[in-house]
């Protein structure tokens, strides 16, 4: 959410503020979360719905080659426990050449200590040598 200076009088802002309070105290309900990045040559995302620090998180990445530069695209979810320990999981490739489609895959992640941030991974990989990523967070 992006505020402006000034765009709000002193009774909006306290409507606001009430109406956040009211939401933050209601019953749980899942979260959507979206992360996404791109280098060039690939690009991935993740969908998740979370509410809170889960031990399991279900999602869906979507992931693609971009460019037609030899290389292949690979994804991968990345998630942060308690403890702030960073895993990354196991990537997937798309060998199926550049700009041929995206590829889906749904799957889960679990961690007993929680999982409290989850993210998305996409690089170019020259055979097993990564060349280019990025890594995004979801809010």
Known sequence: MIIRKNAFKAAGIAAVTLGATLQLTG???AVPLSAS???V??????????DGADDRVDFVMYFS??????????????TKDV??????????KDTN???NGTIKYTSYATN???IFFVGVEAAVFEGEKKLDSCTAWGA
């Open 27 to 29: 019953s749980a309900q």
């Open 37 to 39: 990045c791109a280098v």
């Open 41 to 50: 040559g690939a690009s991935a995302k993740v969908n998740t719905n979370r």
């Open 65 to 78: 080659d971009d460019k037609a530069d030899g290389h292949h695209a690979r994804a991968r979810l990345v």
């Open 83 to 92: 403890n702030g320990t960073v895993k990354r999981w196991g990537w997937h």
């Open 97 to 99: 050449g550049a700009n």
């Open 112 to 114: 007993p200590s929680g």
